[in-house]
């Protein structure tokens, strides 16, 4: 069975950081891009970071460009997201996912996560 389940997210203060995990199985995941989407109460899913299978290629939104940094380990099949800067509003649930190729289209993506909750405290 495909397995990618986040791990890693907390409660941390204004400022601080966190580095999510997700350990991946169950797929082919070195032909697969990876991604980290978010979804906070009252707002829409919102990709954060991906990183693409065929050059290694990462994307980043606006709104953690530089504070962000998304890295694959193939040979642990694991996933990372580093997390810089933090503020209230990246207050979300975090999913790992995966994907033909990289996309800001949540339905784009084929498998998901169970996620895990970043709370950053004002």
């Known amino acids: 069975d495909v397995q990618l389940q986040a791990s890693g997210g907390g409660l941390v203060q204004t400022g601080g950081s966190l580095r999510l995990s997700c350990a991946a199985s169950?797929?082919?995941?070195?032909?697969?891009?990876i991604a980290w989407f978010r979804q906070a109460p009252g707002k829409e899913r919102e990709g954060v970071s991906c990183?693409?299978?065929?050059?290694?290629?990462?994307h980043y939104p606006d709104s953690v460009k530089g504070r962000f940094t998304i890295s694959s380990d193939n040979a642990k099949s694991t996933v990372y997201l580093q997390m810089n800067s933090l503020k209230p509003e990246d207050t979300a649930v975090y999913y790992c996912?995966?994907?033909?190729?990289?996309?800001?289209?949540?339905?784009?993506?084929?498998?998901w996560g169970k996620g895990t909750q970043v709370t950053v405290s004002s």
């Open positions: 996912v995966a994907g033909s190729f990289c996309t800001w289209y949540s339905y784009g993506m084929e498998y």
């Open positions: 169950g797929f082919a995941f070195d032909d697969y891009a």
């Open positions: 990183i693409s299978s065929s050059d290694g290629r990462t």
